[in-house]
């Protein structure tokens, strides 16, 4: 089956009930026990509910993967992912990734013993030097949020696997619509499906997806345990959501060159970050991993001036000032003061996160009139 075919079949089956196209929303906490411990496979809805489990298939399917898990946002998916650790293990992530994740990591399981080394991970043989008898996980972004690096799943993949460590991806800025981290070699693919997956911004929501049956089993362990869990209604959304994805990603795609070339010929834009240029760093890998470049770019203007930043961004019209992105129309935002506010000032413009920068959403609008909301936001 053809992605594009996957996104509305791939893992689905009409309702046994009644023969619903759609899977119906499941509002309910229990199910009848004909005995007990007899019942047709659902129990209690933190455990299983099956609208959760129409998603969960749909993620596995668009992701090549065998299992899918869905959670109540994507932080409570990566917070599953390390609570697969234990204190002294070390986590070896990229130094360029979203500030809740950077908070997760620093903030709550550093004084659990878990230690994370935060590194540039654009030369993959950089990560060797960092691997000891402790590392447990390699966790990246790729492209990364908001530099929009890019990263060589397969040779890093290929390096998890010789030292026996876990690899996994953080998919959001791509989906599965461009890049598939599983095939790539990697063990675990994670969404923030808030995002791109659900497209509309009207769900939060969290996903993993995973071939390997022991490690499926762990992660659905936690997920009951802890109960961070997506309701139906959630779930009902995000099977929508998906069933558009690949239409979607298209006009992403296609906008996403448009402004990026906009910008870049633009006086008064220093440098655009967006893995399309062939001077991007790795271009190339994002050229073989990716099927497309995607719809996010960063960019900073001449002098790296902070308030000119503001005032560009307060002034955009179309492009709406606001956290998160994904969705099916144009956002923008200030990383410095907002998704990344929670990594220091210091470690942040190591990697380029200035205060000048500036992170685009680019949405399904007209190019046209997205061009134009940007001329007359930075004139």
């Known amino acids: 089956m053809k992605f594009n075919t996957k996104t509305i079949h791939g893992g689905q089956e009409h309702d046994p009930a009644y023969g619903a196209v759609m899977p119906p929303i499941y509002q309910t906490t229990t199910y009848a026990q004909s005995t007990p411990g007899g019942h047709k ?4 809805s933190r455990t299983h509910n099956p609208t959760r489990t129409a998603l969960e298939n749909s993620l596995a399917s668009i ?4 299992h899918g898990l869905a959670f109540a946002s994507g932080m409570a998916s990566i917070d599953a992912v390390i609570k697969l650790l234990e204190p002294g293990d070390e986590v070896i992530s990229t130094n360029d990734l979203y500030g809740g994740t950077y908070r997760l990591f620093t903030k709550v399981y550093e004084k659990y013993g878990i ?13 060797e030097t960092y691997i000891n008898a402790n590392t447990k996980l390699i966790w990246i972004e790729t492209p990364t949020n908001p530099m929009l690096n890019v990263i060589d799943i397969k040779s890093i993949a290929a390096l998890a696997r010789t030292r026996q460590i876990l690899l996994a991806v953080d998919n959001t800025f791509a989906t599965p619509y461009l890049q598939q981290p599983l095939t790539l070699g990697a063990d675990i693919v994670m969404h923030s499906a808030t995002k791109y997956l659900g497209g509309h911004s009207d769900v939060v929501m969290g996903a993993l997806v995973v071939n390997d049956d022991d490690l499926a089993e762990k992660l659905a362990f936690l997920q009951n345990a802890s109960g961070a869990v997506s309701g139906p209604q959630d ?3 995000m099977l929508r959501g998906i069933k558009t994805l690949h239409i979607r990603m298209q006009r992403h795609c296609e906008n996403g060159k448009k402004v990026a070339e906009f910008l870049a010929d633009h006086p008064k834009i220093e440098k655009v970050y967006w893995p399309g240029f062939k001077d991007h760093p790795n271009h190339d890998i994002a050229k073989s991993q990716m099927k497309d470049f995607g719809g996010m770019l960063s960019f900073i203007t001449i002098g790296n001036d902070y308030n000119e930043a503001i005032r560009i961004v307060e002034n955009l019209r179309l492009f709406t000032l606001a956290e998160s992105l994904g969705g099916v129309e144009s956002l923008s935002g200030h990383p410095a003061s907002m998704t990344h506010a929670s990594i220091p000032k210091e470690e942040r413009e190591k990697t380029g996160v200035v205060d000048s920068l500036i992170r685009l959403s680019v949405g399904i609008e007209d190019a046209e009139d997205l061009i134009d909301d940007l001329k007359q936001a930075l004139n």
């Open 41 to 44: 496979g659902f129990e209690y």
């Open 63 to 66: 992701e090549n993967g065998k």
């Open 115 to 127: 230690k994370f080394h935060f590194i540039g991970m654009e030369n993959a043989a950089k990560i």
């Open 235 to 237: 779930c009902f959304l």
